[in-house]
């Protein structure tokens, strides 16, 4: 990580808290906008594209402030309810919790969830329907092989290394912006647990940083 990329990044985050005052436009500005060159540039040596779903029945890892953002994004900037994302994530949820405290001990626990086949919860015909508020996990999942390889279990893909390295500096943003409100928020989770626990408060609202 080059000192110009890492200050450069640091001035976005100011520039979004001075800007912004809740959690997805924030996350926008600091680390989902700069990342898209990178994605683009790193496109056409990678062969993911719509339709290519698998990887959305694996277990989403992300931080607790892109789960809350990515609440933020869906109660603040479209049109679903509380009620909505409570009846659509619940189920995954449960089913996950389920799974999880079969397998407490499971060390491939990871793989043998995917090879069930449950898909994320806001997979739809075969796309994101969260695509502008997806955690940085998902943005830079990918695979420089043929689909079919990505069925397998356990991940031996080919990468772009760029990505991956990409993927490495982001979580250190991440961090930093969950910092500016709450170092609480920097803990990495399982995203659908963790929407669906946010949801079940009865006061949730979205929060202000």
């Known amino acids: 990580m080059s000192d110009d ?14 800007r912004h005052d809740s959690y997805y436009p924030i996350l926008a500005h600091t680390i989902y906008a700069p990342l898209e060159g990178l994605l683009r540039e790193a496109g056409p040596k990678t062969t993911c594209g719509k339709g290519c ?36 994530i619940g189920p995954h949820a449960s089913q996950l919790r389920n799974f999880l405290n079969e397998r407490e001990e499971s060390g491939d626990r990871d793989a043998i969830w995917f ?3 449950v898909p994320c919860p ?39 290394q760029m990505l991956t390295d990409a993927e490495a500096l ?18 990495q989770g399982l995203l659908t647990l963790m929407l669906d626990d946010a949801l079940a408060e009865d006061n949730f609202k979205r929060e202000n940083p």
Do not use: W
């Open 115 to 117: 090879a069930q086949n």
């Open 5 to 18: 990329l890492y200050t450069l990044l640091m001035n976005r985050i100011d520039e979004a808290f001075a």
């Open 53 to 88: 779903d698998a990887c959305c029945s694996r277990i989403v890892v992300c931080s607790r402030i892109e789960a809350l953002g990515m609440l933020d994004y869906l109660l603040g900037f479209t049109e679903r309810t509380i009620e909505d994302l409570r009846k659509l």
């Open 170 to 187: 982001f979580q250190v943003i991440v961090s930093r912006v969950a910092g500016r409100v709450d170092p609480v928020l920097a803990a």
């Open 122 to 160: 806001f997979l739809a015909g075969g796309a994101c329907s969260v695509y502008e508020a997806r955690p940085l996990s998902c943005r830079t999942y990918h695979s420089t092989d043929e689909p079919f390889k990505c069925r397998e279990a356990v991940r031996t893909v080919g990468q772009v």
